[in-house]
């Protein structure tokens, strides 16, 4: 039977031992000793969540600007770092639902470049140590944990570069060869577009498959919630997808649409949970709303993240 703890002893057990071990693990922000159930939403994320940009005046990230337009209806707890994926998210959400004090919602982004071999298979962000912590949490929360010293893997890098991959529009078959030009300056205005045509398609336009894990997990995250009274927002976060189609040409929203309609296939399972709600903000963002019009990631400046909050604001309602 798992012990009747209030999340705010679980956390105050939990994350300081993850921060033992890996300095740079997020924080969890927001999180108020007040909580009680229902009176507050979690929100997890990546660095889009946290990146804010250097013209932007207004400073505050997405789950300050959510809280402050809830007007004191709802508090945020919010757990967010750059490269989080739903290989975390979903152990996470396995210790959360099993909390004393859950909350009324749960918004877990998308975000479709993390199912990208650049993304899947970096060394630095498989968060690997932190996950087995959480799960040895899960299996004992009574045990003694002891402190995990991630091993330092030499050659992992060089593995990661090596990996063979399969991209349309380019001749590459390594993922060193994208990663070469990710970091080559450019001499001129042609190399310049055909770097940035490079990294959206590294970015988006692999080929994702059916059974890939990170799909599973997602999967697995719906499952979990849709046992509980905790309402839940999947949405797949907004790329810079007119810049895609500006440097690829009109393919890159054909393949990326491919794998668009792969998890919304896999969401479609959810339609009538009365609990999940899956929104797809993918090409929902016009270019002015990221950090720069030409950005090849998802980093939204201060008015990307006040359209966001709007439309976030506006479904949890409905929920």
């Known amino acids: 039977m798992f012990p009747d703890f209030d999340h705010i002893n679980l956390y105050n057990w939990l994350f300081p031992k993850i921060q033992n071990f890996c300095s740079d693990i997020s924080k969890i922000k927001s999180l108020s000793q007040n909580f009680k ?8 994320g ?5 990146r804010i940009s250097k013209f932007d005046k207004d400073q505050r990230t997405i789950d300050q600007l959510l809280e402050a337009k809830q007007k004191n209806s709802y508090k945020i707890a919010c757990l967010s770092h750059s490269a989080y994926h739903m290989g975390i998210y979903y152990p996470l959400i396995s210790v959360l639902v099993k909390n004393k004090y859950i909350p009324k919602y749960l918004i877990v982004p998308i975000n479709m470049r993390s ?11 498989q968060f690997d140590y932190e996950i087995k912590l959480i799960n040895k949490f899960l299996d004992n929360p009574n045990s003694r944990v002891f402190r995990y010293f991630p091993k330092k893997m030499r050659g992992s ?3 990661y570069l090596n990996i063979n991959i399969d991209y349309p529009l380019v001749p590459f078959k390594k993922i060193k060869e994208f990663v070469e030009w990710e970091h080559k300056f450019p001499i001129d205005n042609d190399e310049f577009n055909y770097r940035k045509k490079v990294i959206f398609i590294f970015h988006y336009l692999y080929k994702l498959n059916g059974s890939h894990i990170r799909l599973n997990q997602l999967i697995n995250i719906c499952d979990i919630v849709s046992n509980t009274d905790i309402k839940i927002i999947l949405y797949v976060t907004p790329i810079n997808f007119r810049a895609g189609i500006k440097f690829v040409g009109c393919e890159f929203l054909n393949y990326f649409n491919d794998n668009l309609k792969i998890i919304s296939n896999a969401m479609a399972r959810f339609e009538y949970c009365e609990n999940i709600k899956f929104i797809d903000l993918s090409t929902r963002f016009s270019p002015n709303l990221f950090f720069h019009d030409d950005l090849a990631t998802e980093h939204l400046n201060e008015n990307g993240r006040n359209m966001l909050v709007n439309i976030l604001s506006e479904e949890l309602p409905k929920l």
């Open 115 to 125: 199912f990208s071999p650049q993304w899947f298979f970096e060394p630095s962000w």
């Open 37 to 44: 159930k229902d009176d507050y939403i979690f929100y997890f």
């Open 157 to 159: 890098y060089n593995k």
């Open 46 to 50: 990546d660095s889009v969540i946290e």
